[in-house]
């Protein structure tokens, strides 16, 4: 039962990634390969704050979410002048500093050595410790992203998005705000992203570098793109999707050596796959391949 429990913990932590990552690529159209920093950001917040001052949970949400915000704007200021291939490599670019200042501060993140026996949050007296009580906190999160994310893209701000995505001179033209509109949504996305962190590393109770590489921000696109990008409610069965699916493999008595490569093999595969035959995934609304 706890194993199933887990699966469900994992897959609400996605569907904040993928949520957070598909207002951005999805709807404002911006392809950021460094949400794995933001959601990196808001675990080591959290853990050090947790570890070296004992701060309250919510207090550690709030700085995550601020400082990631901080860090979205300063990620989405290069979208105002360069766009397309050229924004995902400056994105790239930020997700590799990120990952090395994790890795190499060693006297403020303990670098490859990670940061352990992160303290189980409380809540208002209540302690979380079971992964029930996880997977509630979790499920009040993902209610609470989903319907920010849904007032944020059914509001006049959502429309400016897609206006963007669909053709940012037209916007300009209609006299749209685009700067502050690319710069606002990878605020939200940020911030979101962080809170996934938080719970991250309050859930694992340690984090080191390898939880946030290019790797983890290519996954989270992954959910996005089979998911369907423009929608959210494609981002939630692109999570369930794809952290279910690698978890047969451990059915099929595979080693755990040749699990791990597999799973790679299978998220590139269907990448491959939806670009080629259904590039708006699932249930997406935009195509990539336009």
Same mark, same amino acid.
């Given at each position: 039962?706890?194993?199933? @429990?887990?699966?469900?913990?994992? #897959?609400?932590?996605?569907?904040?990634?993928?949520?957070?990552?598909?207002?951005? $690529?999805?709807?404002?159209?911006? @392809?950021? #390969?460094?949400?794995?920093?933001?959601?990196?950001?808001?675990?080591?917040?959290?853990?050090?704050?947790?570890?070296?001052?004992?701060?309250?949970?919510?207090?550690?949400?709030?700085?995550?979410?601020? @400082?990631?915000?901080?860090?979205?704007?300063?990620?989405?200021?290069?979208?105002?002048? #360069?766009?397309?291939?050229?924004?995902?490599?400056?994105?790239?670019?930020?997700?590799?500093? $990120?990952?090395?200042?994790?890795?190499?501060?060693?006297?403020?993140?303990?670098?490859?050595?990670?940061?352990?026996?992160?303290?189980?949050?409380?809540?208002?007296?209540?302690?979380?410790?079971?992964?029930?009580?996880?997977?509630?906190?979790?499920?009040?999160?993902?209610?609470?992203?989903?319907?920010?994310?849904?007032?944020?893209?059914?509001?006049?701000?959502?429309?400016?998005?897609?206006?963007?995505?669909?053709?940012?001179?037209?916007?300009?033209?209609?006299?749209?705000?685009?700067?502050?509109?690319?710069?606002?949504?990878?605020?939200?996305?940020?911030?979101?992203?962080?809170?996934?962190?938080?719970?991250?590393?309050?859930?694992?109770?340690?984090?080191?570098? $390898?939880?946030?590489?290019?790797?983890?921000?290519?996954?989270?696109?992954?959910?996005?793109?089979?998911?369907?990008?423009?929608?959210?409610?494609?981002?939630?069965?692109?999570?369930?999707?794809?952290?279910?699916?690698?978890?047969? @493999?451990?059915?099929?008595?595979?080693?755990?050596?040749?699990?791990?490569?597999?799973?790679?093999?299978?998220?590139?595969?269907?990448?491959?796959?939806?670009?080629?035959?259904?590039?708006?995934?699932?249930?997406?609304?935009?195509?990539?391949?336009?």
């Amino acid at each position: 039962m706890e194993y199933l @429990l887990h699966i469900l913990i994992l #897959i609400g932590i996605y569907v904040i990634l993928s949520v957070s990552l598909n207002l951005i $690529t999805g709807y404002a159209g911006l @392809l950021s #390969i460094a949400h794995a920093a933001f959601y990196g950001v808001g675990a080591y917040v959290a853990a050090l704050l947790a570890l070296r001052f004992h701060s309250p949970f919510f207090a550690n949400i709030i700085c995550a979410v601020i @400082l990631s915000g901080l860090l979205g704007a300063v990620v989405g200021i290069p979208s105002l002048r #360069i766009r397309d291939d050229y924004f995902a490599i400056a994105t790239f670019a930020f997700q590799v500093i $990120t990952f090395s200042v994790m890795n190499n501060w060693v006297s403020f993140t303990s670098g490859p050595m990670g940061l352990p026996g992160i303290p189980q949050p409380a809540i208002f007296g209540w302690k979380i410790t079971t992964h029930y009580d996880f997977l509630i906190v979790i499920l009040v999160f993902c209610i609470v992203t989903l319907w920010i994310s849904h007032k944020i893209v059914s509001s006049p701000f959502g429309r400016v998005l897609k206006a963007i995505r669909e053709d940012e001179v037209f916007a300009l033209a209609m006299g749209k705000n685009v700067a502050s509109s690319k710069i606002l949504i990878f605020v939200i996305g940020a911030g979101m992203a962080s809170v996934a962190g938080v719970m991250y590393a309050y859930y694992i109770s340690f984090i080191d570098p $390898t939880s946030f590489t290019i790797m983890e921000s290519i996954f989270i696109i992954s959910i996005v793109i089979i998911g369907g990008a423009g929608n959210i409610w494609g981002s939630v069965l692109g999570a369930a999707v794809l952290v279910i699916l690698p978890e047969a @493999l451990r059915f099929l008595g595979m080693p755990s050596s040749i699990a791990a490569n597999m799973r790679q093999i299978i998220y590139g595969a269907l990448l491959v796959i939806f670009m080629l035959f259904r590039p708006q995934g699932f249930m997406g609304e935009y195509s990539f391949r336009k």
